[in-house]
């Protein structure tokens, strides 16, 4: 069997004049987490609905588990998804909501209180939909979408209106499902979070795949941060103009100077200062978190 | 199928719409046989539009059914609006993506929503059935009609057409809600529209141009209800309704397999 979960080769959508996803290729292993990130209205969720079968591409091809997405009943029984935040009917209460699910896809319905004890909202299984807030409307979306014992679970933004808490236990909760093979495609504006549990990562901007690879290879093709703290703050100039002499840019960051270069010159660089009579009080050597990496990558400042 | 019936079935029986639907069923039914016997000598008539049926023909075979035929027309708009509702509601709730991941072949899932609630309609009609027929039986010796009529088997059988007749209407009526809902993908719209649609518009050009009721599917759904009436055949009725929902709901099905589910 392939190791590969999603493949996708040049998917495109055009909505009359504009092109919601151009040509987008990339690849998600299986049994890993793979964020998928990019401003509002990159693309993200046109592609996920095309993954899923809900839209239909105007140009390239996808494979899920190994099936066309041009037959989405051939895959669709081992994946779960949430799409664009959670719906269900509001008068029915969470159990009954899942119950639909469950009925619709032929899986057990047995299986509906474990998964809402699983995501925290056991206590609240006969409450109506209706009368949830936004984060446990957010659970029982991921607990729909945890209905089939997934292969693939596709989830668009699934801690919004998560309290810290609540993200922190849906982050344990992916991880663990990861950790017992099931692969995870998700979106979400939390970059830090996507950082945290990501090993892959698919970046769009304007519809257009940016980067596709390990989340730890996007950061280590960044630029490190040098970092240098001295205890007398006249210093700080000193220390830039060096900086500036031995041919990097750098700036004065509160009372610290932030130069661009690779990790191996801080040595260098400490011993020039130490030439010019200053001593450091703090060196360290920074990669730029995924945020940054994401804010420089997309020109995005959201 | 199985699955889609029985997932839509558990939406169907939650209480508000079950229980609510049955009311408007047993209110609706009550109201039209009971002014059928209690207006019996009013001289503004106690049917339909002003019609006096009297005692006559209440005594007859036919009379048993003639309250719950006349519920029909009431009993389609309930189901036109079941229907539509409870398809349309799929788009403003945005459950229908979830559907389509856990049935992704479209036709099926529409088939199974539309054979579930067409056994709701059903035993919607059977109830009004059993009731317009308690009620009959139960107001007839108030209004000193005959009932003699009423126990023979001629008078079971034309329970069991008037049954068919009027299941079918409503089933017609619930049709073209399902299509509406379809076509707009919003309850108020679906409903507004098919409403202005059976209750004023064909009405207003059926009275206006002379023969025009025949081609319009409202005024075959009475004529189907009541077995045939001046209107048209009661065959021509079954033909043209056919034809009619099976082009229009072909054309909506074909809708919803190629249109983007983007919401």
Redesign the interface.
């Known amino acids: 069997m392939s190791q590969i979960a999603i493949s996708a080769t040049d998917l495109s959508k055009r909505y009359g004049e504009r092109m919601a996803v151009s040509h987008a290729s990339f690849e998600v292993s299986l049994g890993t987490i793979c964020g998928f990130v990019g401003p509002n209205g990159s693309g993200k969720t046109t592609t996920m609905?095309m993954l899923?079968?809900?839209?239909?591409p105007t140009g390239g091809s996808a494979t899920i588990l190994g099936e066309s997405i041009a037959s989405?009943?051939k895959y669709?029984h081992g994946?779960g998804?949430m799409?664009?935040?959670p719906?269900?009917?509001?008068?029915?209460t969470g159990a009954?909501n899942l119950?639909?699910?469950a009925?619709?896809?032929?899986f057990p319905t047995d299986r509906v209180q474990s998964l809402l004890d699983r995501v925290g909202l056991g206590d609240r299984a006969d409450s109506k939909y209706k009368t949830y807030s936004l984060g446990m409307k957010q659970r029982l979306g991921i607990a729909?979408a945890l209905l089939p014992e997934p292969k693939l679970l596709v989830l668009d933004e699934p801690t919004n209106g998560l309290d810290p808490a609540g993200i922190q236990e849906v982050r344990e909760l992916l991880r663990a499902l990861a950790d017992d093979g099931t692969t995870v495609f998700i979106s979400s504006h939390q970059l830090s979070e996507i950082e945290m549990i990501s090993d892959s990562l698919v970046m769009l901007r304007k519809g257009e795949v940016i980067f596709a690879g390990k989340t730890q290879d996007l950061l280590l093709q960044q630029q490190p941060t040098i970092v240098a703290r001295s205890n007398n703050s006249k210093d700080l100039e000193k220390l830039l103009k060096i900086a500036k002499e031995s041919g990097h840019e750098g700036s004065i960051v509160n009372d610290t100077v932030h130069i661009l270069g690779p990790r191996e010159w801080a040595g260098a660089f400490n011993k020039l200062a130490f030439d010019s009579g200053i001593v450091l009080s703090e060196l360290s050597s920074v990669l730029p978190t995924l945020e940054e990496t994401f804010f420089e990558m997309t020109g995005d400042l959201q | 199928m199985t699955q889609v019936f029985f997932a839509e079935w558990r939406k169907l029986r939650r209480p508000t719409l079950f229980y609510g639907t049955l009311a408007s069923v047993v209110g609706v039914t009550a109201l039209i046989t009971s002014l059928l016997y209690l207006l019996i000598d009013s001289d503004q008539g106690n049917s339909n539009g002003g019609e006096i049926i009297n005692r006559i023909t209440l005594a007859t075979p036919h009379g048993i059914t003639i309250g719950f035929s006349g519920s029909a027309g009431l009993l389609g708009l309930v189901a036109l609006c079941v229907f539509a509702s409870q398809t349309a509601q799929e788009y403003t709730y945005g459950t229908l993506r979830n559907l389509l991941v856990r049935q992704p072949k479209r036709l099926t899932l529409l088939l199974g929503k539309f054979v579930s609630m067409s056994v709701f309609t059903l035993v919607s009609v059977l109830l009004s059935a059993v009731l317009s027929v308690a009620i009959a039986f139960s107001l007839a010796g108030k209004a000193d009609v005959a009932t003699d009529a009423w126990t023979t088997s001629a008078a079971g059988s034309e329970l069991i057409h008037t049954f068919i007749n009027v299941f079918l209407s409503v089933i017609a009526s619930g049709t073209i809600g399902m299509i509406l809902g379809l076509l707009f993908r919003s309850p108020i719209s679906a409903i507004s529209i098919g409403l202005a649609w059976l209750m004023v518009v064909e009405n207003l050009i059926a009275a206006v141009v002379h023969h025009s009721a025949k081609w319009f599917p409202g005024q075959m759904i009475t004529t189907i209800s009541s077995g045939g009436d001046h209107n048209a055949s009661y065959l021509y009725a079954v033909i043209y309704l056919a034809i009619f929902l099976t082009i229009s709901f072909g054309l909506v099905a074909y809708l919803f397999q190629r249109r983007d589910v983007s919401n």
């Open positions: 609905r899923l079968g809900l839209i239909t989405p009943e669709l994946v998804a799409i664009e935040g719906a269900f009917y509001p008068a029915l009954e119950r639909v699910l009925t619709l896809g032929g729909a």
